[in-house]
C-alpha cells in the first residue's frame, strides 16, 4: 500500500489531494519490470479519484477518473471526468547510506 499526499497553491487557490495505492508486482528482473495498480485518491471536499495502472519498465501508464462530490456536483450532474497519463519514471531513488553521529563526551 503506498500512501499519497499532495499539496499545490497557486496565489489564493488551494488544493489538497490524498489517498493510496496498491501494486502487484508482476515481474521483476534486470530486464523485465512489470506491475499494476488501483487507487483511490481524493481531492478533499471537491472529487472522489479512482484510477488504475500499469507500469511496464520506466513506464506508468494510467487512467483515472474524477466524480464530483462538492457543490458542482448539480451543475456537472454528478458526471466526472476521465484522465489518461504517460510518466516516465527516470531512476530509482537510493536511500541515502547512514552515518553515525559522533557526540562529544565531557
Known amino acids: 500500500l503506498l500512501p499519497a499526499v499532495l499539496f499545490m497553491q497557486q496565489r489564493a487557490y488551494r488544493q489538497l489531494n490524498a489517498g493510496a495505492e496498491a501494486r502487484v ?3 521483476n528482473n534486470a530486464n523485465r519490470r512489470y506491475a499494476v495498480g488501483m487507487a ?3 481531492r ?4 472522489l479519484i479512482p484510477s488504475l495502472a500499469l507500469y511496464w519498465n520506466k513506464f506508468r501508464f494510467g ?3 474524477d466524480v464530483n462530490i462538492s457543490s458542482l456536483r448539480q451543475v ?3 458526471r466526472g471526468g476521465p484522465e489518461f497519463s504517460v510518466v ?3 531512476r530509482r531513488v537510493t536511500a541515502i547510506p547512514q552515518r553515525s553521529i559522533i557526540c562529544p563526551v565531557y
Open 40 to 42: 483511490l485518491h481524493s
Open 76 to 78: 456537472s450532474r454528478g
Open 25 to 27: 508486482q508482476l515481474e
Open 44 to 47: 478533499i471536499g471537491d472529487a
Open 88 to 90: 516516465y519514471i527516470s
Open 63 to 65: 487512467v483515472s477518473y
